[in-house]
Nanobody
Framework: QVQLVESGGGLVQPGGSLRLSCVASGFTFSRYAMGWYRQSPGKERELVAVITSDRTTNYGDSVKGRCTISRDNAKNTVYLQLNGLKPEDTAVYYC????????WGQGTQVTVSS
C-alpha cells in the first residue's frame, strides 16, 4: 500500500522559514521523481518543486530562489525547505511521487501570517 505522509507545516510569520518532510512507503522510492505541489482556496494546484531520481531539480516560478528540495533515499524521505515566506505562500502543500503512476499525500497546511 502506497503512503505519502507529509509533516512540518504550520503557522509562520512573513519572512520565516519552514522545512516540510514527506515519508514514503509502498513503492521503490529511489526510482520515482518526488515533488511538492500546493493549492490555496480558489486556485489550481501548482508545482512548487520536483526532484528526479537522478536528483535533477526544478522549481515553480513563484518560489525560485526561496526554496530547496532534497531527498534522502535511505530514509524514503523528500524535504522542502522554504525561506523568505510570504502570505501568498499560504496553501496546503502536497507531496507527490511519479514514475509510471502518480501518488499523492494528504497534504500539510502552511499558513504565513503575522
Amino acid at each position: 500500500q502506497v503512503q505519502l505522509v507529509e509533516s512540518g507545516g504550520g503557522l509562520v510569520q512573513p519572512g520565516g522559514s519552514l522545512r516540510l518532510s514527506c515519508v514514503a512507503s509502498g513503492f521503490t522510492f529511489s526510482r520515482y521523481a518526488m515533488g511538492w505541489y500546493r493549492q490555496s482556496p480558489g486556485k489550481e494546484r501548482e508545482l512548487v518543486a520536483v526532484i528526479t531520481s537522478d536528483r535533477t531539480t526544478n522549481y515553480g516560478d513563484s518560489v525560485k530562489g526561496r526554496c530547496t528540495i532534497s531527498r534522502d533515499n535511505a530514509k524514503n524521505t523528500v524535504y522542502l525547505q522554504l525561506n523568505g515566506l510570504k502570505p501568498e505562500d499560504t496553501a496546503v502543500y502536497y507531496c507527490n511521487a511519479e514514475r509510471f503512476q502518480r501518488y499523492w499525500g494528504q497534504g500539510t497546511q502552511v499558513t504565513v501570517s503575522s
